[in-house]
């Protein structure tokens, strides 16, 4: 059975959990993490000395990086509508998947961390509204892409694309900021929202 390592509130666990229930692959799951177990202690390092959740076990292999983990079980199930096995509607999916966790994650982390974590140190109050203005800005590029009507963000189908950017709007409306109206991202996050195994991974979340 594989094994789930890493907190359900983190924003990175959830790609991996969700995944799995899309696919619809068992797994076991066990919390770690900062407010859970730390990922500090020598066991949990022993898996992975970035000291990062999630963490994959499947058997003897240990697989981390949340983005990877989602391709490598899309892969393993030959799940090829999650993610296409031809290179460009492959690399559509990739683009997507790495612009989250690029630019898009860049541009939250100090607003996040100051609003939600209330972390004193995240920021000054002028670099906490610029991650604002800045997080306003990559969620507008995501309303001018949806805008054209596609239902996902790579066009029709559902994909891993869409769990990992789905985590992150997710994010966007959680967080309590004045957002701008994005009428085409908010119908997207409604249409994600109704899937069976989205339920449990949208919400609240604080890492
Ligand atoms: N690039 C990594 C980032 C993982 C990461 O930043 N995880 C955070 C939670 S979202 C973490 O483990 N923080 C330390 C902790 O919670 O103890 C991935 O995508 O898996």
């Given at each position: 059975?594989?094994?789930?390592?890493?907190?359900?509130?983190?924003?990175?666990?959830?790609?991996?959990l969700?995944?799995?229930?899309?696919?619809?692959v068992?797994?076991e799951h066990e919390?770690?993490?900062?407010?859970?177990?730390?990922?500090?202690?020598?066991e949990?390092?022993?898996l992975?000395?970035?000291a990062?959740?999630?963490?994959?076990?499947d058997?003897?292999?240990?697989?981390?990086?949340?983005?990877?983990?989602?391709?490598?079980l899309?892969?393993?199930?030959d799940?090829?509508?999650l993610l296409p096995?031809?290179?460009?509607?492959?690399a559509?999916v990739?683009?997507?998947?790495?612009?989250?966790?690029?630019?898009?994650?860049?541009?939250w982390?100090v607003?996040?961390?100051?609003?939600?974590?209330k972390?004193?140190?995240?920021g000054?109050?002028?670099?906490v509204a610029?991650?604002?203005?800045?997080w306003?800005r990559m969620?507008?590029?995501l309303?001018?892409?949806?805008a054209d009507?596609?239902?996902?963000?790579c066009?029709?189908?559902?994909?891993?694309a869409d769990i990992?950017?789905?985590?992150?709007?997710?994010?966007w409306?959680?967080?309590?900021?004045e957002?701008?109206e994005?009428?085409?991202?908010?119908?997207y996050?409604?249409?994600?929202?109704?899937?069976?195994?989205?339920?449990?991974?949208?919400?609240?979340?604080?890492?």
């Amino acid at each position: 059975m594989l094994q789930v390592l890493g907190k359900r509130q983190s924003i990175n666990v959830r790609k991996v959990l969700w995944t799995c229930d899309e696919i619809g692959v068992p797994y076991e799951h066990e919390e770690w993490g900062a407010g859970t177990r730390p990922t500090s202690a020598p066991e949990f390092l022993s898996l992975n000395p970035k000291a990062l959740v999630p963490v994959l076990i499947d058997g003897p292999s240990i697989i981390t990086e949340s983005n990877t983990i989602a391709r490598y079980l899309a892969g393993k199930h030959d799940r090829t509508d999650l993610l296409p096995v031809e290179p460009l509607a492959r690399a559509q999916v990739e683009e997507m998947m790495d612009w989250q966790a690029t630019e898009l994650n860049g541009s939250w982390r100090v607003a996040f961390q100051a609003i939600v974590r209330k972390n004193q140190i995240a920021g000054t109050a002028e670099q906490v509204a610029a991650s604002l203005v800045e997080w306003a800005r990559m969620m507008r590029l995501l309303e001018r892409r949806l805008a054209d009507g596609r239902l996902h963000v790579c066009g029709k189908p559902f994909t891993l694309a869409d769990i990992v950017i789905g985590l992150s709007v997710n994010r966007w409306f959680q967080t309590p900021i004045e957002r701008p109206e994005l009428p085409s991202v908010r119908a997207y996050f409604d249409r994600l929202s109704q899937r069976p195994a989205a339920h449990t991974h949208l919400g609240d979340g604080t890492d």
